[in-house]
């Protein structure tokens, strides 16, 4: 089992930046590719983008791409989200998951563990 774990979120200004990150329990952390997922209010959660599992590869969703950089590190078993240049639409409720898959990525039914999500406040 896999417990994942948020944090850095936070109100920012609009141009500004945050990085989020996502600590993970358990082993074998390098075997999941890790997501990140964002659910604005009464909006269906949308896919931000992934990593597989070395960090070899990342994909973005089109919203975020060139602003939005997922990165890794194994031996922390942490995920990490450094968003720059944020906008107001960036506000959501951020979450990381994780997928022993790559076939869909930015399907969530792909992922199975998911963490409690962290807020995220950009202002204009």
């Known amino acids: 089992q896999v417990q994942l774990v948020e944090s850095g979120g936070g109100l920012v200004q609009s141009g500004g930046s945050l990085r989020l990150s996502c600590a993970a329990s358990?082993?074998?952390?390098?075997?999941?590719?890790m997501g990140w997922f964002r659910q604005a209010p009464g909006k269906e959660r949308e896919f931000v983008g992934v990593?597989?599992?070395?960090?070899?590869?990342?994909y973005y969703a089109d919203s975020v791409k060139g602003r939005f950089t997922i990165s890794r590190d194994n031996a922390k078993n942490t995920v990490y989200l450094q968003m720059n240049s944020l906008k107001p639409e960036d506000t959501a409720v951020y979450y990381c998951?994780?997928?022993?898959?790559?076939?869909?990525?930015?399907?969530?039914?792909?992922?199975?563990?998911w963490g409690q999500g962290t807020q995220v406040t950009v202002s204009s």
């Open positions: 358990g082993r074998a952390f390098s075997s999941y590719v």
């Open positions: 990593i597989t599992y070395n960090g070899g590869s990342t």
């Open positions: 998951a994780s997928s022993r898959t790559y076939s869909s990525p930015s399907n969530s039914r792909e992922y199975y563990y």
